[in-house]
């Protein structure tokens, strides 16, 4: 299939375009009201959204700066299903991304941020991440600084940044971000330390189950219950 080429401006109207005659006025309603009613919808389900951008054709995208731009006009359009599809775009072409980009994807992290941006973005800055740390193993130090940051959804990312790199994953980074977070009593955080461990006990079981045995007390149940899922604890 040969490429279109198209300026960020032109891929967002032919979204918008694919977008309008496929919204559900009930759907809508009821992924607002999942939400907490804190966001529009267009009530498209995911796999009605991405066929529909996959209809308009295969896009060759020249920079990442061109992604990145076609990934902020997508978040400025009020509807939720453009951020999520300028997700899978960043993360479709993660490759032509680098740490010089994390700057833009936190910013676009913190616009109106909920659970399912934010763990959209966060898949896109592990590929990024990982890629940089193969070639870079300081360039992880960013994430030291974004564990630090004031906003929980900046420390949630950072605590998710390895998932998905399996034995790649840096445990010194992994159980010392679990250690500094465990105090926390957000939600958000608490959901993300179990996440993580329990996504590198998936390949270093005896590792996790080591961990959460000598810290138990440090980590929230929910943390714990999260981690164990598929461990036995003693």
């Known amino acids: 299939m040969t490429a279109i080429a198209m300026t960020p401006k032109q891929f967002v109207r032919a979204v918008e375009h694919a977008f309008t005659p496929l919204a559900d006025a009930s759907r809508a309603q009821a992924m607002t009201a999942y939400l907490l009613d804190q966001f529009e919808f267009l009530g498209l389900q995911a796999p009605v959204r991405r066929q529909a951008v996959k209809g308009m054709g295969q896009v060759a995208w020249q920079s990442a700066d061109d992604l990145l731009v076609a990934a902020e006009l997508l978040w400025q359009r009020p509807q939720r ?6 997700v899978d775009l960043l993360r479709k072409h993660s490759a032509q991304l680098s740490v010089n980009n994390l700057p833009a994807l936190q910013a676009l992290l913190l616009r109106e941020p909920w659970w399912e941006t934010v763990d959209g973005l966060s898949a896109v800055i592990a590929e990024v991440m990982h890629t940089a740390v193969q070639q870079k193993p ?3 130090k960013v994430m030291d600084t974004w564990l630090k940051h004031p906003s929980h959804w900046v420390r949630r990312s950072a605590m998710l940044h390895q ?3 399996r034995l790649d994953t840096d445990t010194t980074r992994l159980f010392g971000y679990a250690q500094k977070l465990a105090h926390e009593k957000e939600f ?3 959901k993300a330390i179990g996440w993580a461990l329990r996504d590198y006990a998936r390949w270093h079981p005896q590792a996790v189950t080591d961990f ?5 007390a440090q980590l929230s149940s929910l ?3 999260e981690a164990a899922k598929h461990l036995n604890l003693p």
């Open 188 to 190: 958000f955080i608490r």
């Open 81 to 86: 299903e453009f951020r999520y599809t300028a």
């Open 163 to 165: 998932l998905g790199w």
């Open 138 to 140: 300081n360039a992880a």
């Open 223 to 225: 943390t714990v219950r």
């Open 212 to 216: 959460l045995v000598q810290h138990r």
